[in-house]
């Protein structure tokens, strides 16, 4: 019996290399691999030995001849196979152990052209598809784990074809995501006609998004996502919604900065209004299934976090909290009132981080990276959806109506738009003092969308008002993530006290809602971008 073996990753290679060894196995090797096992007085033939070809293009090629291939895809039954490896005096080879360079790994460096050409690994994905076709005859390993199974098969005098086809099937799963990896470092196109994607499996959820479903956390092979970067340090497993959750809260607070040291507010916002006032730098995002249910922007944290509480301090219960900045000892005592599943932060401070572990149960995430991913994916049934992610705010800054709006309301406005992105559309914000105190999510129709916002932005005020804070003045701004399709929603917030409007705009019957607009005394501002969000 022979065996290959070539891994870049050595781990429990010994153990597999003295089981062979010890069972007489005849061990064929290449380079570093056939040296490590030399240390451990383990023998193995180098391949040039079976092949009759030195290695040669500094280690490109090694295995790819036909003394290799051939010994890994006759078929043993056959016998005009086995003559021609007689023929040729060729060997079979009955168990191949590969691991592949590490393109995945290096993918998440930023190394330029040249040196991740040389990580691609081409005789290693050659030597495996091989064994994986021919798996009723040869072992295919490419994973330690499968080590020790394998080692039980051999000694029990047969390796069931089950066991064996189950492993020819990692392999062609490995080398298909190593192949995507590869391609996705190469392609320029952003919609190619076949488009590749390298996931790993990084968690089993204990269930979906229902009891009865399964479900298991993959993340992209390359670079690492914001939540891939995470660690968590305290509390219970993810679960499925958790992770949805997770991903939504976190984007919403980080679309406002990543720490004071970053910009506040989109790019394109900086360049359409040059004069715009400075947004407070913290952002504070709760997320209640999947969808805010309170976000605010505050000078300190604890100002941020007690104005998102008080935009719903009901949905909050059992939901995510999402800061942009360091968790300090005097938020982390207020968000121990409060059952939440899960709180998200760049870094805690020591006293904040042993507050918040008082709680057994909550899970707390340490982030240190901003969400920078550019496609978004959502599956149909036999097929996915592919978009750019949403990172346009606006357009441009179109005042539409006579009444310009007021510079203290300009960064409610941006503030509104830039929060209501993350809304379940239909989706109407009203902005207060850089505060959602009142939201509409996923409603139906547009107006519906903005009396419910309406009605909870007066309640949330008069509720605040009653508490001794605020003056109970109406909140003066509305914004929405797409156009108007009648004028019925000026008119509501007319009624309700709103002063400034922002919208995309691109109703066919745009001039009733400005000219509403005109007759109630409201300022209007056209962005030209929409944000529905399904």
């Given at each position: 019996m022979k065996a290959l073996i070539s891994v870049y990753n050595k781990d429990g290679i010994i153990e597999l290399a003295s089981f062979l060894h010890e069972a007489g196995w005849e061990i064929l090797s290449t380079g570093g691999t056939a040296r490590h096992l030399k240390e451990y007085d383990l023998?193995?033939?180098?391949?040039?030995?079976?092949?009759?070809?030195?290695e040669c293009l500094d280690g490109r090629v090694k295995t790819l001849h036909p003394a290799i291939h051939a010994g890994l895809l006759a078929k043993r039954d056959d016998p005009a196979h086995t003559e021609t490896l007689e023929e040729h005096a060729i060997s079979p080879i009955d168990l191949v152990c590969v691991n592949l360079y590490p393109f995945f790994e290096k993918a998440q460096e930023d190394l330029g052209f040249d040196e991740m050409i040389e990580f691609i690994d081409i005789g290693g994905p050659a030597m495996l598809r091989s064994a994986a076709k021919n798996c009723k005859d040869v072992l295919a390993l490419t994973d330690p784990a499968d080590y020790a199974e394998a080692i039980a098969g051999l000694k029990a005098g047969v390796v069931p074809f089950e066991t064996r086809k189950k492993l020819a099937a990692k392999v062609f799963a490995l080398t298909?995501?190593?192949?995507?990896?590869?391609?996705?470092?190469?392609?320029?196109?952003?919609?190619?006609?076949?488009?590749?994607?390298?996931?790993?499996?990084?968690?089993e959820m204990r269930y979906g998004e229902n009891g009865h479903q399964s479900a298991s956390l993959y993340?992209?092979?390359?670079?690492?996502?914001?939540?891939?970067s995470m660690t968590q340090l305290h509390g219970k497993e993810l679960s499925y919604n958790n992770v949805r959750d997770l991903d939504v809260a976190w984007k919403a607070a980080c679309s406002f900065g990543l720490g004071r040291e970053k910009p506040f507010y989109r790019d394109d916002a900086a360049r359409l209004l040059p004069d715009i006032p400075s947004l407070p730098p913290v952002c504070c995002v709760a997320v209640k299934h999947n969808t805010p249910c309170g976000i605010s922007l505050g000078d300190t944290l604890v100002e941020a976090y007690e104005k998102t509480y008080a935009c719903d301090p009901v949905s909050i219960f059992g939901g995510i909290v999402a800061c942009n900045t360091t968790i300090d000892a005097e938020t982390a005592r207020k968000l121990?009132?409060?059952?939440?599943?899960?709180?998200?932060?760049?870094?805690?401070d020591e006293e904040a981080l042993a507050i918040l572990k008082q709680k057994k149960n909550v899970r707390i995430m340490k982030a240190p990276?901003?969400?920078?991913?550019?496609?978004?994916?959502?599956?149909?049934?036999?097929?996915?959806?592919?978009?750019?992610a949403d990172q346009c705010l606006m357009e441009r800054w179109d005042v539409v109506t006579k009444l310009k709006p007021e510079a203290r309301d300009i960064r409610d406005m941006i503030f509104g738009m830039q929060a209501v992105a993350y809304v379940k559309s239909n989706a109407i914000l009203i902005a207060k003092d850089c505060a959602a105190v009142g939201m509409s999510a996923g409603e139906t129709n547009r107006i519906w969308a903005v009396e419910m916002a309406l009605s909870r932005g007066a309640h949330v005020i008069e509720t605040a008002c009653k508490m001794g804070q605020g003056n109970g003045e109406p909140a003066r701004t509305l914004a929405s993530d797409a156009f108007f399709p009648f004028p019925d929603v000026v008119e509501a917030a007319a009624a309700a006290g709103v002063k400034t409007i922002i919208q995309p705009g691109g109703s066919v019957k745009d001039n009733l809602s400005v000219e509403a607009a005109d007759a109630l005394g409201i300022a209007m501002v056209f962005t030209g971008t929409r944000h529905f969000k399904h």
């Open positions: 023998p193995a033939a180098d391949v040039s030995q079976a092949t009759g070809f030195p298909s995501a190593y192949d995507a990896a590869i391609s996705r470092f190469l392609l320029e196109e952003e919609y190619p006609a076949y488009y590749p994607i390298s996931i790993k499996k990084a968690q993340f992209h092979t390359g670079k690492k996502g914001a939540i891939a121990n009132d409060l059952f939440l599943e899960i709180i998200v932060a760049p870094e805690f990276s901003a969400p920078r991913q550019k496609q978004e994916f959502v599956s149909v049934d036999g097929g996915i959806l592919i978009q750019s």
